[in-house]
C-alpha cells in the first residue's frame, strides 16, 4: 500500500501545482483595468487605430484609382497593376479573389494584445495570374506579401502603464500582412497606407499625426542554388555526411568478417608479388565458435607448442600447418593493430626464407585470446635468429626453432611508411562511423567518474531551453495574440523560475571549473609532478599549448557547423510572415562571425554579437586558458591557489556591485540598458564562479571523494544550500509580482553581485556531498544512469536549441496564443527535437574529431616508442 502511495504521490504533487486558483499558474487577465476605455475610443488617435482592419480596402477601393492618380510618389506601375487587381475582383477572378484572402485582417482580442494582423502566408505565393499564356506567369500581377509596421496603439501603452510594472516590456506595433503586385515597393506600399488613412479620417482633426506608417517589410524567398556562402556550407555538411555513410558501411562489413570469421574453421592464405620482387603475405585462420582455445592440430600434424614473447608484437600467432613458398622471397605481416580483421607486429618486418616451407599461420583477434597470451608465439620446431646487427638485443628478439630453416627478421622501412599510410586513412574512415560513436555515446562510464555532475548537466540544460523558449515568445510580442496576457504571467510566481534562468549558466561554469581541476590534478600526480616546485616541470609551454589543440578540437568542429548555420544557411532553414527577425541576426552574423572564431565575442561589440548564447563558450575558453594559473599553485601551494580562488571571487563581486548600481539592471532588462553588454557576458562577471569550481575540484580530488561529515554540520549544510537553492530564483517574486515595489539601484546591484557566487557555492555543496557519498536520495537521482548518455551530448543541444526554437517559433504562419500549455507543449518539442539534433551533431561532428585526435596521439606515442627500439636494434 505504501508503495503505491509513494508512486502516486508525485502525479498528486504534480496535479495541485498545476491547478490554476492553487498558486495563480495562469494569469487572470480579467483583473485587466481598461481604465477610461470610452473616453479613450472618443480620443481621435484611438478611432484612427480602429479602422485598421478596413486597410486592403487601399488596395481594392473602387475609387482607388482616382486617389493614387493625384499622386506622384506611387509608380504608374503600382496603379496599373492595382487596376488589374480591382477589376480581376469584379470579374471573379480566381487569382483576385486569393489575394484579397490572404490579407491579413482583424482578429479578435485587440483590446489585450493581438495587434498583428497575420494574412495566410502560403497563399500570396501560390497565386498566380491566369491572364498568363502557357507555362509563363505574368510577374505585373505575380504579388508579394508585405508586412505593414504601424505605431503603437495608445491603450496598450495607457494598460501596460496601469500595470505598474517594476520592469520594462517592449512594445508591441500594429502589423497588417498585405498581398499586393510586385510592381508596387516599399514606399508605394507606405503612401498607399498613409494616404488612405488620412482620406478615411478626413472628417476628424489632428489623425495625420496620430497614426504613422514606420516601416514596410516584404519577404522574398531565398534561392540556396545563387548564395555561395550557403552552396560552401552545404557542401562541407554533404563532406561529413558522406564520411559518416562511408566510415559506418566499412565498419559494419568489417564486423561482418569477425562474425564470420568466429562462426567457421576456414582458413584464408593471400600471397602477392609486386613489380619490384617484394612478396606480400597475409595469413588469417579462423578460431573455432565460442572457444578461445588457441586452436587444435590433426593427430598427423601433432607438434608440440612453445610460447616466446615478442616485443614487436601485441597479437597471439599459432602455428597450425605447413605450406610451401619459394624460397628468398620477402614477406610481410600487418595491417591495423586498432580496426583489422588481420593482426600485425608494430614494427613491419621483412623475412628471407632459406627452405621451401613456411608454417601456417593462425592469427587470433582479440575475441579469441586472452589478454595474457595477446603477446605471445606459438610455434612448431622453428628458430628465428637476429642478424648479427640485432645480437646486441636478442632478448628483443622473437625466437621460432625449427629442424631444417632459419628466419631472420629485421625492420623494413620501406613497408613501414606504406602501413602508416593506410592505417591513418582507415582510423580516420572508422572515426565516422556511426555505430562506434553511438556506442561511445551509450556507453557506461568509468569508475572514477563524477556521475552525480551528469544530472545537474540535464536538468541545467532544460531550465536553459525552458527559458530561452519563452524569451523568445516574450521579447518578440509580434508572434503572441494575446501580449498583456504574457505581461501578467511574468508576475507570477512559478515564472520567476524560468527568468532567473542565467543561473543555470553559472552551473554549467562551475561544472567546468570542476571537472577542469579534477581532472588536471589526477594526470599530474599520476606523472609524479605533484612534488615540483618549479612550475616550468609540472606544465612546459608544449605542454600548454597541446592542451588548448585538445581543447578546440573537441568544442570547435560543432561550433563552426553552428556558425555556418547560423551566418550562411539560418535564411533558408525558415519561411514565414516574422521571418525577417533572423533575417536581421544573419546581417550582424556576417559582420561579426570572425570574433566568434577567435572566443573574443564576449569582448567584441557584445551588443551585435552573433548568436548571442556563445557567449558562454566566449567565456569559458577563456577560464579555459588561465586556469593554470590557479591549478598549478592548488597543486603546489595549496593556501596560494585558494588565496588567488579568493581575489578572483572577490573580484566578481566589487566589480559587478559597482557598475549595476548605476545601471540597475537585471535579466528583464538584458537589451534595454547596459547590463548585457557591461555586465552579463564579460569575463569578470562569472570568473569568481569558475574558480570556486576549481576549488571544489582540488577538494574532491585532494580528499579522493572519502571525507565523510560530522552529521550536524552535514544536516545543516543541505539546509543551508537548499535554501539558498531555492531563494534565489524565486526571490525576485518580491520586486515583479503585481504591487510589487521596484528593486533600488543599491538592491539591484547587491542581488546580481552576491546572486551568483552564492549559487556557486550552494551548488558546490550538492556536488561534493553527491561525490562522496553522502547525497542520499539526491546523490542517486543525479548519478541515475539514464543522465549519462544524455549529459554526454549536452553541449550540442546547447549549441542547436537557440537555432531551433527560432526557427519553429518565427517561421510559424500564424501567431501563438501563450498559456500555461502552449508553453508547455511547444517546450518538450523543443527540447525533445534539440536532444536529437544534438545526437546526430555530438555523433557525426564531435565523435569522430575526437577519435581521430586520439588515435593520432596513440600513434605518435607508438612511433616514437619504435623509433626507440629501432635505435637499439641498430
Request: a positive charge; hydrophobic letters at 40%.
Amino acid at each position: 500500500m505504501l508503495r503505491r502511495l509513494r508512486v502516486f504521490f508525485p502525479f498528486l504533487v504534480f496535479y495541485v501545482l498545476l491547478e490554476e486558483k492553487a498558486i495563480g499558474l495562469i494569469p487572470d487577465v480579467s483583473k485587466l483595468d481598461l481604465g477610461d476605455l470610452p473616453g479613450r475610443l472618443e480620443d481621435h488617435h484611438s478611432v484612427s487605430y480602429l479602422l485598421l482592419p478596413h486597410i486592403y480596402r487601399a488596395f481594392l477601393h473602387s475609387e482607388s484609382a482616382d486617389w493614387l492618380a493625384g499622386n506622384s510618389s506611387v509608380s504608374v506601375a503600382c496603379r496599373t497593376t492595382l487596376s488589374q487587381y480591382y477589376a480581376g475582383l469584379l470579374n471573379k477572378e480566381t487569382w483576385a479573389w486569393k489575394m484579397y484572402d490572404s490579407m491579413g485582417k482583424q482578429s479578435s482580442g485587440v483590446l489585450f494584445g493581438a495587434t498583428t494582423w497575420t494574412g495566410n502566408y502560403e497563399e500570396c505565393f501560390n497565386v498566380r495570374s491566369t491572364t498568363c499564356q502557357g507555362d509563363c506567369h505574368n510577374k505585373n500581377l505575380s504579388p508579394h506579401f508585405c508586412s505593414v509596421h504601424m505605431t503603437q496603439a495608445p491603450w496598450l501603452s495607457k494598460l501596460v502603464s496601469n500595470l505598474q510594472l517594476p520592469f520594462p516590456v517592449p512594445s508591441s506595433p500594429f502589423i497588417v500582412d498585405v498581398c499586393v503586385p510586385t510592381n508596387c515597393s516599399k514606399q508605394d506600399i507606405t503612401t498607399i497606407v498613409t494616404e488612405f488613412l488620412r482620406l478615411e479620417n478626413s472628417s476628424l482633426e489632428n489623425t495625420t499625426a496620430s497614426i504613422q506608417v514606420k516601416s514596410v517589410l516584404c519577404h522574398e524567398r531565398g534561392d540556396v542554388l545563387i548564395d555561395t556562402p550557403a552552396i560552401i556550407c552545404i557542401f562541407i555538411l554533404c563532406t561529413i555526411l558522406l564520411m559518416v555513410i562511408l566510415g559506418t558501411s566499412y565498419d559494419i562489413n568489417k564486423r561482418r568478417k569477425k562474425l564470420r570469421v568466429k562462426h567457421g574453421p576456414e582458413i584464408t592464405i593471400g600471397y602477392e608479388n609486386n613489380t619490384d620482387s617484394f612478396g606480400i603475405l597475409r595469413i588469417l585462420v579462423t578460431p573455432r565458435r565460442k572457444s578461445r582455445r588457441r586452436g587444435t592440430l590433426s593427430s598427423s600434424e601433432s607438434l608440440e607448442h612453445d610460447k616466446t614473447k615478442n616485443a614487436n608484437t601485441d597479437k597471439t600467432v599459432t602455428l597450425v600447418n605447413k605450406v610451401p613458398v619459394e624460397d628468398n622471397h620477402k614477406s610481410i605481416l600487418g595491417t591495423s593493430p586498432l580496426h583489422s580483421d588481420l593482426q600485425d607486429i608494430p614494427e613491419d618486418i621483412e623475412m628471407r626464407e632459406t627452405t621451401d616451407l613456411v608454417p601456417h599461420t593462425n592469427l587470433h583477434s582479440e575475441e579469441s585470446v586472452p589478454d595474457e597470451d595477446a603477446n605471445s608465439v606459438t610455434s612448431s620446431n622453428m628458430e628465428i635468429t637476429p642478424t648479427p646487427t640485432e645480437r646486441k638485443s636478442a632478448s628483443l628478439t622473437p625466437r621460432i626453432n625449427r629442424q631444417h630453416s632459419i628466419i631472420e627478421v629485421r625492420p623494413s622501412h620501406r613497408s613501414k611508411k606504406l602501413t602508416s599510410s593506410e592505417n591513418i586513412l582507415t582510423d580516420f574512415l572508422l572515426s565516422f562511423s556511426f555505430r562506434k560513436n553511438t556506442r561511445h555515446i551509450l556507453a557506461d562510464g568509468s569508475a572514477d567518474t563524477l556521475f552525480c555532475l551528469n544530472g545537474i548537466r540535464v536538468l541545467s540544460i532544460a531550465w536553459i531551453v525552458l527559458g530561452n523558449v519563452y524569451g523568445t515568445m516574450f521579447w518578440n510580442p509580434d508572434i503572441v495574440d494575446n501580449y498583456l496576457s504574457a505581461i501578467k504571467m511574468t508576475q507570477t510566481l512559478w515564472m520567476q523560475m524560468v527568468i532567473n534562468t542565467t543561473l543555470a549558466a553559472d552551473s554549467f561554469f562551475v561544472l567546468s571549473g570542476t571537472l577542469g581541476a579534477y581532472n588536471f590534478l589526477k594526470i599530474k600526480t599520476k606523472a609524479g609532478k605533484h612534488k615540483q616546485t618549479d612550475w616550468r616541470k609540472i606544465m612546459s609551454l608544449k605542454e600548454y599549448f597541446f592542451m588548448i589543440v585538445h581543447r578546440l578540437i573537441r568544442i570547435f568542429p560543432c561550433y563552426a557547423v553552428l556558425l555556418m548555420l547560423g551566418t550562411n544557411l539560418m535564411p533558408f532553414m525558415g519561411d514565414g510572415p516574422r521571418w525577417s527577425h533572423e533575417i536581421e541576426n544573419v546581417k550582424i552574423c556576417k559582420k561579426n562571425w570572425w570574433t566568434n572564431v577567435l572566443f573574443i565575442n564576449n569582448l567584441y561589440d557584445p551588443d551585435n554579437m552573433c548568436l548571442p548564447h556563445t557567449y558562454y563558450l566566449a567565456n569559458d575558453f577563456q577560464f579555459f586558458i588561465m586556469a593554470p594559473l590557479v591549478m598549478i599553485p592548488l597543486l603546489i601551494k595549496p593556501r596560494l591557489g585558494f588565496a588567488l580562488i579568493g581575489m578572483f571571487l572577490t573580484l566578481q563581486i566589487v566589480v559587478v556591485s559597482v557598475l549595476n548600481e548605476g545601471i540597475n539592471g537585471n535579466v528583464l532588462k538584458l537589451r534595454l540598458n547596459e547590463y548585457w553588454s557591461l555586465i552579463y557576458v564579460k569575463p569578470y562577471s562569472r570568473i569568481g564562479v569558475y574558480c570556486i569550481g576549481l576549488g571544489l575540484g582540488y577538494l574532491l580530488f585532494n580528499c579522493d571523494r572519502q571525507m565523510k561529515l560530522r552529521k550536524m554540520f552535514l544536516y545543516c549544510g543541505w539546509i543551508v544550500s537548499c535554501v539558498i537553492l531555492f531563494l534565489l530564483p524565486y526571490i525576485t517574486y518580491l520586486e515583479n509580482r503585481e504591487g510589487g515595489q521596484q528593486w533600488t539601484g543599491t538592491q539591484t546591484a547587491i542581488y546580481e553581485a552576491f546572486s551568483r557566487p552564492a549559487w556557486a557555492l550552494a551548488l558546490s555543496w550538492v556536488i561534493f556531498c553527491c561525490s562522496t557519498g553522502q547525497g542520499a536520495f539526491v546523490g542517486k537521482f543525479l548519478s541515475w544512469n539514464v543522465f549519462l548518455p544524455l549529459c554526454r551530448i549536452t553541449y550540442g543541444v546547447f549549441l542547436l536549441h537557440p537555432i531551433l526554437i527560432h526557427v519553429v517559433i518565427e517561421s510559424a504562419h500564424n501567431n501563438f496564443y501563450l498559456n500555461l500549455g502552449e508553453l508547455v507543449y511547444t517546450y518538450i518539442a523543443l527540447f525533445v527535437c534539440s536532444y536529437g539534433l544534438a545526437f546526430l551533431l555530438i555523433s557525426c561532428v564531435e565523435c569522430p574529431f575526437v577519435a581521430f585526435e586520439s588515435h593520432i596521439r596513440l600513434r605518435f606515442k607508438k612511433w616514437m616508442s619504435d623509433r626507440k627500439l629501432h635505435n637499439l636494434l641498430e
